[in-house]
């Protein structure tokens, strides 16, 4: 091995092509890592211009497969090409087979990051049928074979011992995600009128904003169930796209169409849809117009969307799961809302009306004091910058790949 090692990351997503947290951090992750390693990236949905990024399209033979196979079929090539890397390091059970494959294959190591586990996403199921038994063989695999594995959170290190408990613990190491914190800087006030305006968020009243993919994890129709206990001067702001499948995106319309009716319809219900992937300009000055940001996951390894929303000063208002309770601190940086959940996998409240009763009762209180909001905004910038810069994840992460290539 050279003194500058050469690492191959292992990706579905990567830009432009990016529709959730892994895709962002494997983003940021390739950038800081430079300065330190060799850094290729192999990456689903066709070519870039990159030289360093290599984009891979599923093979013409499976073009009319289960989704998991078109997955595995892109993987074969990624496992063949990573040919003369040191170190393979994949992200989320898309890559996973590829980086273990390729370990295999060329005898280096494979360090996972664990964004999430098939098995704690069973309703994966209905968006691959078969597949998801697929896409879980593939998972275990890799993470029974890797010779390193991240998880995002000390809440995400337990959960992945609990579902693979024949992992040894010590090669299970916890290295949060970070966030951009020149990326996101809150937009001056003329910017963020200017985009408000544009989507119909009125900076006269306050607002409550969502950011996120809409599939159960997210627990998107808890907060639309939530959101209709809101006094009706909140308004309710959607940055919500990419369904994981049509019954649940007919589910979240249902649901918001209930809820701007309960409002009067109209401009006045106050509740704003945007479906389609803002820049990170626009994003921000969208979170900028609102008061407080709401994560009412049921399952979040951690929830780069939180990190973002308190770079640009905004409270989180969150589930007391997984790794939220790592980055929003109760009561400085936001509200962290309590939930027992059933221990099937699914993340599902007990007592979904309580769940929904107590976010709402969090929400309501965090924007009805203005000023108490904007303090709890600052104090969450003030952690994002001392706790979760990306400078710090390269070191920590850099450490992982010297322990799995100490002889």
């Not at 370990?103 to 999430?116: D, F, K, M, R, Y």
């Not at 993470?143 to 992992?167: E, F, K, N």
């Not at 990306?390 to 070191?395: C, F, K, M």
């Amino acid at each position: 091995m050279s003194t500058v090692p050469r690492v191959d990351l292992l990706t579905r997503e990567f830009p432009p092509h990016v529709y959730g947290g892994a895709g962002v951090h494997v983003a940021e992750l390739s950038a800081v890592l430079r300065p330190h390693a060799d850094v290729r990236v192999r990456c689903f949905d066709g070519p870039r211009p990159d030289p360093d990024v290599t984009g891979y399209d599923v093979p013409d033979t499976l073009a009319g497969a289960n989704a998991a196979l078109r997955t595995l079929g892109v993987d074969l090539a990624m496992a063949d090409d990573v040919a003369g890397a040191d170190l393979v390091h994949s992200h989320t059970w898309y890559a996973n087979l590829a980086g273990h494959l390729g370990s295999l294959l060329h005898g280096v190591p494979h360090v996972i990051t664990a964004h999430s586990l098939e098995p704690l996403r069973p309703w994966k199921a209905e968006q691959l049928g078969g597949g998801y038994a697929v896409s879980s063989w593939a998972e275990r695999t890799a993470y029974l074979g890797a010779a390193g594995i991240i998880a995002v959170s000390a809440g995400m290190r337990a959960d992945i011992l609990r579902c693979y408990p024949d992992l040894d613990p010590d090669r299970v190491h916890v290295v949060h995600n970070g966030i951009d914190l020149d990326g996101w800087v809150r937009p001056g006030p003329d910017e963020t009128a200017r985009v408000a305006a544009s989507h119909g968020i009125d900076p006269q009243r306050p607002a409550v904003v969502f950011v996120g993919r809409i599939t159960r994890q997210k627990g998107l129709p808890h907060f639309l169930r939530a959101a209709a206990r809101l006094p009706r001067e909140v308004q309710v702001v959607l940055c919500a796209g990419a369904p994981d499948t049509p019954e649940i995106m007919a589910e979240v319309r249902g649901l918001v169409d209930d809820l701007r009716t309960a409002r009067g319809g109209g401009d006045a219900a106050g509740v704003v849809w945007i479906e389609q992937m803002l820049p990170r300009p626009e994003l921000s000055a969208v979170l900028a117009a609102s008061t407080a940001f709401v994560c009412p996951s049921v399952y979040e390894p951690l929830g780069i969307v939180n990190l973002e929303a308190m770079a640009i000063g905004l409270p989180v208002v969150g589930t007391a799961t997984g790794g939220i309770p790592e980055v929003v601190d109760d009561g400085v940086t936001g509200v962290l809302v309590p939930i027992d959940q059933v221990d099937d996998g699914t993340g599902t409240p007990v007592d979904p009306e309580r769940f929904e009763t107590d976010l709402a009762a969090a929400l309501a209180d965090v924007v009805a004091d203005p000023a108490r909001a904007a303090a709890m905004g600052a104090a969450g910038r003030r952690r994002a910058e001392e706790s979760f810069a990306w400078t710090a994840v390269a070191e920590r992460t850099m450490d992982v790949y010297r322990a799995v290539l100490a002889p």
